[in-house]
């Protein structure tokens, strides 16, 4: 159980254009997901806090309005990299929590790798 | 702000020795600890909560407040606990829930 869908897996397009990744929780229902990015060999850092039904949260230092992040529903997130450009090849990874339960932890999907040219 | 700190980028144990990965972390709270694993060409998983207090794979860790550590451990290491290993803290209850994580230990486990 607690499996996380990302997609696509890899992208690769040209500079300028926007790119969207979906995050899915297949086999429960989450009312919050996150979206990190990790850069090659290093750890992950949280981009934002996504929230069903209402507006991410972002973390310092992250371009709201190059990271559209939107939580339409209970189990889909989507990220979408605006213009997008080479400085934004990075391996993209999403988590979501369940509704039930208390203290329930973070479940990640396989990531989606960026590519810009 | 939080942070937590994995000293060792690397570690390399023969199989059956015992393995000990180092997480060290600030903050000022009571924060709720993780490790999370990644094998090769995996995706992130749970391997354990200091809450939870038990033993997943042979692995244990006890959070120690004085230290503010949270050490993994194994008493005898498999070839098959290769991998990454990530601490992670997280703040503690609310919905938000977020966690913050160590750069991580790659641990190799030679026959």
């Known amino acids: 159980g607690a499996v996380v869908s990302q997609h696509p897996s890899w992208v690769i397009c040209k500079s300028g254009t926007s790119v969207k990744i979906e995050c899915r929780s297949l086999d429960f ?3 919050t997901m996150f979206w990190y990015r990790q850069f090659p060999k290093q750890s992950l850092m949280l981009m934002a806090t996504s929230n069903e039904g209402s507006k991410a949260t972002y973390e310092q230092g992250v371009e709201k309005d190059k990271f559209l992040i939107n939580h339409a529903s209970l189990t889909l997130s989507t990220l979408t990299v605006t213009s997008a450009h080479p400085e934004d090849s990075s391996f ?3 988590s979501a929590r369940s509704v039930r339960g208390y203290n329930q932890p973070q479940h990640f999907g396989d990531g989606t790798r960026l590519s810009i040219l | 702000a939080q942070r ?3 000293p060792e980028k690397l570690l390399s144990v023969f199989k059956g020795a015992p393995v000990e990965l180092k997480c060290n972390y600030s903050y000022s709270g009571s924060p709720e600890l993780f490790w999370y694993v990644q094998y090769s060409r995996q995706r992130l998983q749970l391997l354990l909560r200091h809450i939870s207090r038990e033993s997943i794979k042979g692995f244990t860790a006890d959070l120690n407040k004085g230290e ?6 194994k008493p005898f290491a498999q070839e098959e606990d290769s991998a990454m290993y990530y601490c992670a803290l997280s703040e503690g209850g609310g919905s938000n829930y977020k966690l913050t994580f160590g750069k991580g230990t790659l641990l190799t486990v030679n026959p």
Do not use: E, G, N, P
């Open chain 1, 92 to 94: 993209y990874i999403c």
């Open chain 2, 68 to 73: 503010t550590s949270f050490h993994l451990k």
């Open chain 2, 4 to 6: 937590v700190t994995q």
């Open chain 1, 29 to 31: 229902q989450a009312t």
